[in-house]
């Protein structure tokens, strides 16, 4: 079993400070006192495991990740529970699906147990910096670098830096009951994933061609950009941060979720897994099943497809209003966020806070 020491910050930021922060912490944007290390070489494996004040990585500039991008990531949340403790959500996902964007990346694997044991005491180190109202939390961000100072590019680094950072964070897009529907582009010209490629691995490469079509849904007045498929530009996949949920009215008039497959070129969601999973019991099917951009346009026009939502950790679900390409513009719904979207919404976080019953056992206590 890996193990950390524990380094505490001889300077934290000053209680008033941090509940100045904390009051409207944005996303990303502020940083605990702490972050955890753990290095990784051929020779040792795992070792040198700390928890120690945040701070700079100071870095060759031969480092490998540097040219060549080696590296992977995860996203998670730290929840202020009811009754005051602290809790995860489904972590041992997360250290999976890590395990799987290594692999991909020709990384070490990280025991599983060592993964959620180094969020556990980073939670516990800097438990004051989770913040209490529903739509807030402690916003986990573990990766994992290559770190071998060399410009050689055949083989993979012989040396890895894990380390995790926490951001107290609002729920990406705003924190309201009622979150602002969002405008999204239909990237027509940019492709983000292709099949074999890296698509379903949490990369920063996936990232870096992705922010070109961003600027493009900018200048078109949108906010996200939808990706299609590589081959035939037709077939939805996800937004590149988040997954999409569509959602139909059968004929009897109930509701049904539908997601795209998990084809190897979209990222496996979490909190689409979940969302999967949860629906059923709320009286709303789930299907995964693909959707082409002619019948998502048909379907509104229609009324047969009334809402569509995007999903994940750091959006948790934000209702989509209005799309726009190239080739043409339409709305869905009423362009507001619907009855559907709303009830999912309030079920998931209720789950994270620990405000609903959790008959998956999906919340992890840390602390
Ligand atoms: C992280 C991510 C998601 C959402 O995954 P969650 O586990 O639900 O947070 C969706 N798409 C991409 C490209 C991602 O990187």
Redesign the pocket.
Known sequence: MVDFEVRPCRQPVPAARRKELLAAPGFGRTFTDHMVTLRWSTERGWHDGRVEPYGPLVLDPATSVFHYAQECFE??KAYRQAGGSIALFRPEE?AA?FNRSAERMAMPPLPEETFVRALELLVSQDSEWVPDAVGTSLYLRPFMIATQPALGFTLPSDSYLFCVIASPATAAFGAGAVPRPLTVWLSEDYTRAVPGGTGAA?TGG?YAGAFKATQQAVANGCDQVVWLDAAEHTWVE??????LFFVQRSDDGSPRIVTPPLTGT??P????DSLLTLAPRLGIAAEERRISVGRWREQCAAGELTEVFA????AVITPVGQVKSASGDWQIGDGEPGPVTLRLREELLGIQHGHCPDPYSWVHKAC
Do not use: I
């Open positions: 996203g998670m997360n699906r949490k996936n996800e937004m590149g941060g988040m997954n979209l990222l969601g979490v909190t689409r999903c994940g950790t750091a």
